[in-house]
Nanobody
Framework: QVRLVESGGGLVQAGGSLRLSCAAS????????MAWYRQAPGKQRELVAT???????YYVDSVKGRFTISRDNAKNTIYLQMNSLKPEDTAVYYC???????WGQGTQVTVSS
């Protein structure tokens, strides 16, 4: 069993920045690729970015150049640095593991115009 705990969400004005963290605990040997997803009100949950254990990354087009995913394997933590935030980035952000699939509880990000 793996427990994922996100933090770092909040309210920010458009153009601002936030840094999300996701700390993993438990049977972390089963974790390989990790990802950030988000779900806006009334919309389906969507992939935002992924990062492999080796550090290879993928971003959805809408966040390329603004968001950066990173990981600290020693701390079993991944991060999402979000810059130049837009109102359309407003959502609950979740981290997820691949391989054995686990989800965090989510953290709310609200961007005001």
């Amino acid at each position: 069993q793996v427990r994922l705990v996100e933090s770092g969400g909040g309210l920010v004005q458009a153009g601002g920045s936030l840094r999300l963290s996701c700390a993993a605990s438990g049977s972390i040997f089963s974790i390989n690729t990790m990802a950030w997803y988000r779900q806006a009100p009334g919309k389906q949950r969507e992939l935002v970015a992924t990062i492999t254990t080796g550090g290879s990354t993928y971003y959805v087009d809408s966040v390329k150049g603004r968001f950066t995913i990173s990981r600290d394997n020693a701390k079993n933590t991944i991060y999402l640095q979000m810059n130049s935030l837009k109102p359309e980035d407003t959502a609950v952000y979740y981290c997820r593991t691949y391989g054995d699939v686990y989800w965090g509880q989510g953290t709310q990000v609200t961007v005001s115009s």
